[in-house]
């Protein structure tokens, strides 16, 4: 018997960067992150960006990336590909599914020909 190997999503350098185009197309779709103590952010620092939990200062937080835990990230991304959607929307799920695709390989949820299907 073939044992499947599982391990906890970590936040790269690079899916940090890749997250800030996700997360500035989500905020434009409507989203917006409610702060809670121990959530994750990164602020950029030069060419790399720093990680904090967020402790009592979520009212300091204006311009910071939230980083969501990955299953929160599945979570958006089902929603936005199973609802009729504005392009907004769909431009999201699109850039959604290309992050999901490169930093989560193991997601099942992202089917990209189906996703990518329609022109916008």
């Known amino acids: 018997?073939?044992?499947?190997?599982?391990?906890?999503?970590?936040?790269?350098?690079?899916?940090?960067?890749?997250?800030?185009?996700?997360?500035?197309?989500?905020?434009?779709?409507?989203?917006?992150?409610?702060w809670s103590n121990?959530?994750?952010?990164?602020?950029?620092?030069?060419?790399?960006?720093?990680?904090?939990?967020?402790?009592?200062?979520?009212h300091r937080l204006d311009m910071a990336i939230p980083l969501p835990q990955i299953d929160t990230i599945r979570t958006i991304h089902r929603e936005l590909s199973g609802s009729v959607r504005s392009r907004p929307?769909?431009?999201?799920a699109e850039i959604l599914a290309l992050w999901l695709v490169?930093?989560?390989?193991?997601y099942e949820g992202v089917d990209y020909e189906h996703d990518h299907e329609e022109e916008y």
Do not use: Q
Not at 17 to 25: L, Q
Not at 102 to 106: D, G, V
């Open 1 to 34: 018997m073939t044992k499947r190997a599982f391990c906890n999503f970590r936040w790269t350098e690079e899916a940090i960067r890749d997250w800030e185009d996700c997360w500035a197309s989500l905020w434009e779709s409507g989203y917006k992150w409610e």
């Open 38 to 58: 121990r959530d994750l952010y990164a602020r950029r620092r030069g060419e790399s960006y720093d990680i904090f939990s967020v402790h009592n200062d979520a």
């Open 89 to 92: 929307s769909r431009l999201s």
């Open 102 to 106: 490169k930093h989560s390989p193991s």
